[in-house]
């Protein structure tokens, strides 16, 4: 599944080949992929043909892609949404490439310097889509637009907007397990279960531990190393199991030979050598080991069991 340095090695891939470039023909092969776009696939169609890119920007497993010129469609500011889901895929290909059979749409560019070529969505699962949405101004940096659909999520832990002081607020309101707080995308976007466990496990906390009683210190290790996870991850070009993973060129990321907790169950733990457990968690796992993360009690309250001489 897509988290964000997947979808951040997609967009960084995509913005030389894109920015810039005009859309000169669409192909909707499933109308499925359009379930976000606010209209039928003619209306899709005859939006974006003839539309030119911005650069694409990314949030949480969404990237856009804004229009330089987007009063032809009647729009003050809008852009091309691309939402990656469980297996979505953007492809670049030569003009006469094959498509690809779980190809959902196709988008044909001009570029001024690279010449044309195409963009391929493509998504085995069809939980991805693409839209055109109306951007609209964040609620936290003044001059900044975001596509409507995605104003709801929150920034992710390696945009320089990120307020550290505010996600470790809203962090110790929440009454909640860790994981769950770190997969909600309305307080910290772009980490999903693999990297949740590979930094939970990095800062020894147990993934359910509960976020009241979690100290402002381990708080602040927890996102440091959330941080520290993201980055080796991207430049490593993001983690691969199989071959849903693909970046724009079709190459899968290694950052799954680096894994020391998440898919690890019954190896030895990197730290203590005590063997990764897997625990059924919101539909899916978790892993950690039970030595070294475990669930903190509450502390003492002064003078308890005391009484008076």
């Known amino acids: 599944m897509p988290e ?20 000169r023909a669409v192909q909707v092969f499933d109308e499925r992929s359009l379930r976000r776009h606010c209209g039928p696939a003619e209306d899709f169609v005859e939006r974006i043909t003839g539309a030119t890119f911005a650069a694409p920007r990314r949030r949480g497993k969404f990237l856009w892609a804004p229009l330089d010129n987007p009063s032809r469609i009647g729009m003050d500011a809008a852009a091309l949404v691309v939402h990656l889901g469980m297996s979505g895929q953007v492809l670049l290909r030569v003009p006469d490439a094959p498509i690809d059979r779980l190809a959902r749409i196709s988008l044909d560019l001009d570029h001024p310097l690279h010449g044309p070529l195409r963009v391929d969505f493509v998504d085995q699962r069809i939980f991805g889509s693409m839209a055109i949405d109306a951007l609209v101004p964040s609620d936290d940096v003044p001059g900044d637009l975001v596509p409507g659909q995605v104003s ?10 990120f307020s550290d002081a505010t996600f470790f607020a809203r962090l110790a309101r929440r009454n909640t397990g860790v994981k769950r707080a770190l997969l909600d995308q309305t307080l910290i976007s772009g980490i999903g279960n693999i990297y949740a466990d590979e930094a939970l496990w990095a800062s020894r906390i147990h993934y359910d531990q509960p976020t009241a009683l979690l100290s402002r ?8 190393e959330v941080r520290l996870v993201l980055r080796k991850a991207l430049a490593e070009g993001g983690t691969s199991f199989d071959a849903q993973y693909l970046n724009v060129n079709g190459e899968s990321g290694y950052f799954s030979h680096s894994l020391n907790a998440y898919g690890q169950q019954g190896l030895p733990c990197p730290r203590c050598g005590r063997p990764i457990v897997r625990e059924q968690f919101m539909n899916r796992g978790s892993h950690f080991c039970p030595r070294c993360q475990r669930v903190a009690p509450a502390p003492a309250t002064a003078g308890a069991g005391g009484g008076a001489a």
């Open 152 to 161: 709801h999520i929150a920034r992710d832990p390696l945009d320089p907007a």
């Open 4 to 23: 964000l340095p997947e979808v951040e090695v997609v967009r960084a891939g995509l913005e030389p080949a894109i920015t810039g470039a005009t859309v």
């Open 217 to 224: 210190a381990r708080a602040k290790t927890l996102l440091a």
